[in-house]
């Protein structure tokens, strides 16, 4: 979170690292594709003078020599999903995210962190819908299970 909230360059930096080594294991499944950042919210990227996913993607991607496509958008305000249920950011994310465009090859999805999974799940559908092709998610951390 300090990465994200804070903009620490050092915790940047595993984050980096952790996404490297999940990209790397992923392209030796799954054979090169391009790489999509799920956004945050605009009011959110402002309130952080970034949009935080997309910089560590860009640079990942760089260093594999792998492009990052910004093919995702909000379609509709979302909450913060910190202090929902499993149930509740279903609710939340349904429908919340679009494909601003198509793009062929293989969708490999990055995010920070992992949850339920609803997240990477509401991505993959709206680019599914957009006709692309997703053949992976990657993330640098796995959050305890939401009791």
Do not use: W
């Amino acid at each position: 979170m300090a990465a994200k909230e804070h903009a620490l360059r050092r915790a940047d930096e595993l984050m980096v690292s952790a996404l490297s080594h999940s990209l790397s294991l992923c392209l030796q499944e799954q054979g090169i594709g391009f790489l999509v950042p799920i956004p945050s919210r605009k009011s959110v990227a402002r309130l952080r003078g970034r949009q935080f996913i997309t910089e560590l993607t860009r640079e990942i991607g760089g260093s594999a020599r792998v492009p990052t496509r910004e093919l995702l958008t909000h379609t509709r305000a979302v909450k913060d999903q910190s202090k929902l249920d499993a149930k509740e950011r279903l609710d939340n994310l349904e429908g919340a995210l679009t494909s601003v465009r198509y793009h062929s090859g293989k969708a490999i999805i990055v995010d920070d962190l992992i949850t339920t999974g609803v997240t990477l799940q509401e991505a993959a559908r709206a680019l599914r819908a957009a006709g692309i092709e997703v053949s992976a998610a990657i993330t640098a951390c796995v959050a305890e299970p939401l009791r």
